[in-house]
């Protein structure tokens, strides 16, 4: 079968939202390096994660795993857990399966998309493959970043919606008064060294 077109945000779109829950992150001493030249990296707190890596000319791969709700079995979780195995690779171009390791947050994949760099698109199967569940297109939604932020001394537990939106809207070129506002009493210079870090890549 044919891959399927998906109608998701582009990297670079993606990146606002997910710069500025990776600062949030870091600002309280969650998380260490998120973004790197060649890969962005993000998680739930929970488990569920996802990992786009860069290839050469424009492309992208996008793989990661929800514990709850993926319903795809993958390479060895197939065997692991006695279920008939998601081939997600299908019909896919070889630079998809390029360096699969999932790195520190699972053993498990259970989705694999392909930027071309125009369009993204998948394999095509049934199951839920716990894409939308694992909170990537909510990273900077207002209130996924409240939830992350609201314990900040001096919020009172209530975060600026003003203050998150410029976080945002500021597409990781953070500075140290965009980062003040958002968590006051935290590592302000953490929180924008690691939003910067996704302009490491261009895209």
């Known amino acids: 079968m044919a891959l399927v077109a998906l109608d998701l945000p582009s990297p670079r779109q993606l990146r606002g939202g ?36 860069f290839q050469d000319g424009g492309r992208a791969v996008l793989l990661g795993h929800d514990h709850e709700y993926s319903e ?4 060895d979780a197939a065997a692991y857990f006695g279920e008939d ?6 019909e896919a171009p070889a630079w998809w399966s390029h360096d699969l390791s999932t790195g520190r ?26 894409f939308r569940s694992v909170g990537l297109l909510q990273a900077g ?22 203050a998150l939106a410029a976080l945002v809207a500021a597409d990781a070129d953070l500075t140290p008064a965009v980062m003040e506002a958002v968590v006051p009493g935290w590592d302000v210079a953490a929180g924008v060294a690691a939003g910067r870090r996704f302009l490491l890549r261009r895209t």
């Open 141 to 162: 939604s207002l209130d996924t970043l409240t939830a992350f932020s609201r314990d900040a001394p001096g919020l009172d537990g209530e975060p600026d919606p003003m």
């Open 18 to 53: 997910w710069a500025a829950l990776a600062a949030i992150y870091a600002s309280r001493g969650w998380d260490d390096v998120a973004a790197t030249e060649n890969e962005w990296r993000f998680h739930d707190g929970g488990g569920n994660w996802a990992t786009l890596r």
């Open 72 to 75: 795809t079995y993958f390479g």
């Open 105 to 130: 947050h699972s053993d498990w994949i259970g989705f694999i998309y392909g930027w071309d760099g125009e369009t993204w698109r998948r394999s095509a199967y049934q199951q839920d493959d716990g």
């Open 85 to 90: 195995e998601t081939d997600l690779l299908a």
